[in-house]
């Protein structure tokens, strides 16, 4: 009679252990799934929050922002993105005067991305692409006595290049992180007098971004 019930033990503990490796197999097998699903859908669209610093800003802002990508194939997408930036501003020197300008962006951008998958639910991917710029250009006071001028609203446009990471959590959503390096000459057709001062002003862009996209 022991020796029964050693041996139902034994297979109650191999009944147990071959459970357990099933488990692990299918929890490895859903960790890898994932990452290759999302790619197979049509696209997706969501949102996104990022921080950015433009080359002679004073500070780096906040921008916050919506997407929708279709995809081409299975490794490449189409995005396009549209996001507000809260007010950067720039400090320069005109005529001995110290002055300054508040620049506040609205970017329209389309982006090809190229994506790498890995046997594991993560997904780097590389951007390139363009964008048009809405900017409103606020100058302050003593800026606007000292040389008559008024604020300005101009489009501009501008390119990027970047990389990110794509995080899979199931075969509808994914989180994403990634940077991009934007390259952007806005005219500043201003008065002649301050003109040839601001010029010379870089709005080139470092922009790190992170959100959430739910496929379809």
């Known amino acids: 009679m022991l020796w029964c019930l050693c041996r139902a033990t034994r297979q109650w503990k191999l009944a147990v252990l071959s459970t357990l490796l099933s488990c692990l197999m299918v929890s490895g097998a859903s960790a890898v799934l994932p990452a290759s699903s999302v790619l197979n859908n049509q696209g997706n669209f969501g949102g996104q929050v990022g921080y950015f610093k433009s080359t002679d800003g004073d500070s780096g802002e906040y921008l916050l922002g919506g997407h929708l990508e279709l995809h081409l194939a299975h490794f490449l997408g189409i995005r396009g993105d549209a996001s507000y930036r809260t007010d950067e501003t720039y400090n320069f020197q005109a005529q001995g005067n110290d002055l300054s300008l508040e620049v506040r962006t609205i970017p329209i951008t389309a982006s090809a991305r190229v994506y790498a998958p ?11 692409g363009a964008g048009w710029y809405h900017i409103d250009y606020t100058f302050s006071d003593d800026a606007k006595a000292l040389f008559d001028l008024e604020d ?13 990471l794509l995080v899979s959590l199931g075969p509808r959503m994914a989180l994403f992180g990634e940077y991009r390096a934007i390259f952007m000459d806005p005219e500043r057709e201003f008065d002649e007098a301050i003109q040839q001062t601001i010029k010379d002003l870089d709005f080139d862009t470092s922009n790190i971004m992170a959100g959430i996209s739910l496929y379809f």
Do not use: D, Q, R, S
């Open 118 to 128: 890995l046997p594991i639910n993560l997904i780097p991917y590389g951007l390139a």
């Open 152 to 164: 300005t609203t101009e489009t501009t446009f501008g390119w990027h290049v970047g990389a990110g």
